[in-house]
C-alpha cells in the first residue's frame, strides 16, 4: 500500500503562483509514476500533468508553459509549480502514484484563483 499527502492548495489572485507538493509514504519501489490531476465543481477530473521516475515531464495543453511538474526521488515528493494562474485553474487537485500496475490517489487540495 502506498499512501498520498497533498499540501500547498490555497486562495492566490489570478496571476499568481502556488506550489503543490505531495508526499508518498509505504511500499514504495523505482520506476514508479507520480502526477497531478484535478477536479473543478461540476466537472470530470482530468489530467494536468505526469511525470516518470527518470523525471520526464508530460503536460495538458491547458497548463504548458505555465506549470511545472518535479519530483524528489529521495523524499518520495511530487511537486506542481504552478505560474500564471487562471481562474479556470480553480478546482481540487489531486495527486496519483502508479507502481506495478496499482493506481494510488490522495485526498485532494483545493486551489482558488480570484479574478
Known amino acids: 500500500q502506498v499512501q498520498l499527502v497533498e499540501s500547498g492548495g490555497g486562495l492566490v489572485q489570478a496571476g499568481g503562483s502556488l506550489r503543490l507538493s505531495c508526499a508518498a509514504s509505504?511500499?514504495?519501489?523505482?520506476?514508479?509514476?507520480m502526477g497531478w490531476y484535478r477536479q473543478a465543481a461540476g466537472k470530470q477530473r482530468e489530467f494536468v500533468a505526469t511525470?516518470?521516475?527518470?523525471?520526464?515531464?508530460h503536460y495538458a495543453d491547458s497548463v504548458k508553459d505555465r506549470f511545472t511538474i518535479s519530483r524528489d526521488n529521495v523524499k518520495n515528493t511530487v511537486y506542481l509549480q504552478m505560474n500564471s494562474l487562471k481562474p479556470e485553474d480553480t478546482a481540487v487537485y489531486f495527486c496519483?502514484?502508479?507502481?506495478?500496475?496499482?493506481?494510488?490517489w490522495g485526498q485532494g487540495t483545493q486551489v482558488t484563483v480570484s479574478s
Open positions: 496519483n502514484f502508479l507502481q506495478g500496475g496499482n493506481l494510488y
Open positions: 509505504g511500499s514504495i519501489f523505482s520506476g514508479n509514476n
Open positions: 511525470i516518470t521516475y527518470f523525471g520526464s515531464p
